[in-house]
C-alpha cells in the first residue's frame, strides 16, 4: 500500500509537468477488472484519464456470428464454447435460448472438454472467440479434429486501428497475456506509448507512471513491467501454430466495424474442419439484421468514446441478470465491470 | 477470458501434466511449450493448456493478484 501511494505521489507530479488532458487505454478485461477493483481511475490526477478499450472477446465478438452460431444451434447442430458466450443476446436470441428450445449447447472451461463431448456428437462445432491468447489451444483442437466456427481475433491490427480512428488515445496499457503469446517486441508495430503491465495495482500503476514519462518526453516505446510471465519474444510455438492452421484475414468487430488483417480464418486445408464451410447451406440463409437495441452502446464503449454509465441502460434496464449487451454479459465487460465493483 | 493462472507441477506424462492450483489439482495440456517442463515447476496455464513457465516467485506473486481477483468475483 505504502508503494502505491508513492507511485501515485509520482504520477501526480508528472501529470501536473505535462499539464494537459492524457487518456491512456487499457485493452485488456483482466486489466479493466485490475483498474475498478483497485479504485485506480479514482486516485488519478484530473488531466489523466483512463479509458477501456475492446480488451473483452466476448463483447467484440459481431452481431452476425453471434447470430450464426445461434442459427446453427436451432438447426440441431451441437454447439461449445467458452462460458460467457452462450448468454449474449443476438437478433434470434442467444444460445442459452437456443438450449431452451432444445438446442445442445456446452459451456465449457477448456477446449479439450469440446474435444470429449466431440466423441459423443461427431457433428460438434465449438464458437472460438477469443484472441491470440486463446487461438493456439483452438488450432491445437483443429489439428485433433474438432470443427470450429472460428470468430478468433488478432489484437494487434485492432490496436493500429484504434489509433488511426480514435485521436484521443495517447497511449496503451498494453495487454499482459496476448502478450505472453506474441512477446514484447512484436507490439512495437504499434507507434504509440505502450507499458505491458501485469496485474496488481502497483503493476497498473507502473505502467501508468512509465506511459507518462515517455508522454512527457515525447517517446513512443514498448516498455515491459510484466517480466515475470512476458518475454520479448513470447511463446514462439503456440503463436507459430496459431498461423499453421488460420490465415490472417478481415474481422468483424463489434462497434469497430471490419479490420483487414484482425481475423482469423480456417486455411483450406482444414476446410472439412471449418464450420463456415461445412455448415454453408443454413449460414447462407441466416438473415441479418441490425435489430440490436438502439439504446446499447456497446459499440462505443469498447471503443473508448463512451463510459458505461453514460449508456441509458446501464443498471436499468441493463443489468447482469437480463443483459441487453456483451458488455454487460461477460464479467470482463465494461459494463459489467463498472456494475459489479462501482 | 484472456486470464491466466499459476499452477506447480504435480506430474507429467505424454504431454499432460496434473498441476497444483492452491490445493486444487487440475490436468493441464503442455502441447503449447517448447521448453522442457518438469515435477515443482512453476507455469502459467490458460484455458486448460501451459502458456508460460514461471520462476517461483513470480508465481507466487502472479497467485496473489488471481486470489485477490476470486474474492471480488465471488
Redesign the interface.
Known sequence: MKSSQSLVSKIKKIANEINHLVNLMEV???HT??IS?NGIRQLMPANINLITGP????CVTDQRDIDNIVALSLSGVPIAT?G?AVRVPGNFGSLEDARAKGGKVFPV?????ALKIKKELPDLVFFG???E??A??TA?AIKNGLTVYSAHKLFLPAMEYLLENNKNIDGFIS????S??VGADRLSSIKAPQVIT???AEDVLIGIYLLLQQIKNQQSIVQNEYT??VSNTG????YN?IFEVFEASAGLWRGLGKISGSGLKIKNQYSAQDAKVKFKNILDKVKHQNTFHANCKCGEIIQGLRQPKHCPMFNKSCTPANPYGPCMV???GACRVEH??Q | ????IPGKIKTIKNNIAQVDFSGVIQ?A?T????VPLKKNDYV?I????V??K??AK?AR??L??YE??SK??E
Open positions: 485488456c478485461g483482466t477488472q485490475a477493483r480488451g473483452c472477446p466476448v467458452y460467457d472451461y477448456t477446449i479439450e472438454e472467440i477469443g484472441f491468447t486463446t493456439p489451444m491445437y495487454p499482459g497475456h496476448v505472453v503469446i501485469g496485474f496488481e515475470r510471465a511463446n514462439q510455438k503456440a501454430l461477460s464479467v470482463e459489479d465493483y | 477470458m484472456c486470464l491466466a490436468e495440456n502441447s503449447l511449450m517448447d502459467l490458460h484455458a486448460g493448456f502458456i508460460q514461471l520462476l513470480d506473486e502472479i496473489k493478484t485477490e481477483l471480488f468475483s
